[in-house]
């Protein structure tokens, strides 16, 4: 028999919350680090191995948030009477939300600027304009979106070699859709962190993923598939990268064998090469899958909270490191030129640690209460 909807969304919610904890470790890093500053790609040559570690780690967020959303978007729709349509106005309704709130609160809790003079178009930004995207792509038959999101995650680095100047009309698309870049709106600057092209096909698949968690799927079917999309996702990450051709900026050789392995591991995220997909996208599916056995759902079962509330979490954690940071620089000063600093990725991960235990009580409170009212529409939103 299958199991109810919610034990199935309690995997979604784990690799959900998951990924929020990781972000988390990276914000903590971008916050209290910034005098070890990293690329992308990063210089394996010279990065610590501890702070590479930290960086790769996050690079699962993105992904597997986005990938996360096109498959809550699908499961979304099977709870109303037209699916497709009802999904698209969800979509087009919670796309819209996302891009106005990363260009206020979130832009805002970065910089504290009001006006601002730059805005960081960022992940937030990308998955409201993904999701206002795949609410026209969800009309395409099944198949034809299929190859759709298969030609924009594999064949966008093809595009790598176009580049363009100024702030025309089809320069400012083409830096929004794959070209990270400035553009310029007279006194206002905007940097378009995270073009947003491969991820309409994150999206389409995480969609396309959906039928795999419908109610009446047998969940060992479920899980095979998930497995086996992890692996050959993974298996095909190893052949590209050690083919060394395609798909990202080549790995080279280095002084030592650890470093060797970080330039192989060294994929680009902006924007996300198809080597980077196949990696933070098949860790995230083998993660799935695992959190779909019992013992270690229950054993994980906080992160389901986190992961109920994401956007609740995002901002909330943003606030607290401005804060925390514009407090420790008021009370002990700069330790490193201008910036307070901590000095070791150690204390990095202790901080991200704590904020996480700290965050955890109004997190999981904000989650019961939205589950409890779910009369309230605007609650969907967080």
């Known amino acids: 028999m299958p199991p109810s909807p919610s034990l199935r969304l309690a995997s979604i919610d784990q690799l959900r919350g998951t990924v929020m904890l990781l972000m988390l470790l990276d914000h903590v890093r971008e916050t209290f680090f910034l005098q ?12 610590s191995p501890a702070l590479f570690a930290c960086r790769l780690l996050a690079h699962l ?34 796309g819209l939300f996302l891009v106005v709130l990363e260009l206020t609160l979130v832009n805002f809790a970065w910089t504290f600027q009001f006006p601002p003079d ?122 590209l990268r050690f083919a060394n051709q395609y798909g990202d900026a080549p790995w080279s050789y280095q002084t030592t064998t650890l470093r060797t392995w970080l330039s192989i591991f060294n994929v680009t995220k902006y924007p996300p090469s198809l080597q980077f997909l196949l990696l933070t996208l098949g860790v995230g599916l083998l993660l799935l899958r695992l959190y779909e056995w019992p013992p270690v759902a229950r054993a ?20 607290v490191l401005k804060g925390l940071y514009l407090a420790a620089l008021a009370v002990w000063g700069p330790t490193d030129g201008e910036l307070y600093a901590l000095d070791s990725v150690s204390g990095l991960m202790l901080v991200a640690c704590a904020l996480a235990v700290a965050m955890y009580p109004p997190t999981r409170a904000f989650a019961r209460f939205k589950a409890r009212r779910r009369d309230l529409a605007w609650l969907r939103y967080l």
């Open 36 to 47: 070890h500053q990293v690329g992308d790609s990063m210089d394996a040559s010279t990065v």
């Open 61 to 94: 967020c993105a992904p597997v948030f986005v990938l996360l959303t096109g498959l809550s978007a699908w499961l979304y729709g099977q709870r109303q009477a037209d699916p497709r349509r009802a999904t698209a106005a969800f979509l087009l309704k919670r």
């Open 118 to 239: 730059t805005i960081y178009l960022q992940v937030i930004w990308a998955i409201g304009l993904s999701m206002m995207a795949l609410a026209g792509l969800l009309w395409l038959p099944r198949r034809a979106l299929l190859v759709l999101a298969v030609l924009l995650v594999a064949g966008h680095n093809l595009l790598d070699a176009v580049r363009v100047e100024g702030d025309g009309v089809f320069a400012t698309l083409w830096k929004v859709l794959h070209q990270r870049d400035w553009i310029e709106a007279g006194t206002l600057r905007l940097r378009t962190s995270y073009p947003v092209l491969p991820w309409l096909g994150v999206i389409a698949l995480g969609y396309l993923m959906g039928p795999w968690f419908a109610r009446e799927r047998v969940p060992e079917q479920r899980r095979h598939w998930l497995l086996c999309a992890g692996i050959g996702a993974l298996v095909l990450f190893a052949l």
């Open 300 to 319: 994980l079962r906080p992160l389901a909270d986190i992961g109920a509330a994401p956007m609740f979490f995002y901002l909330l954690h943003l606030y």
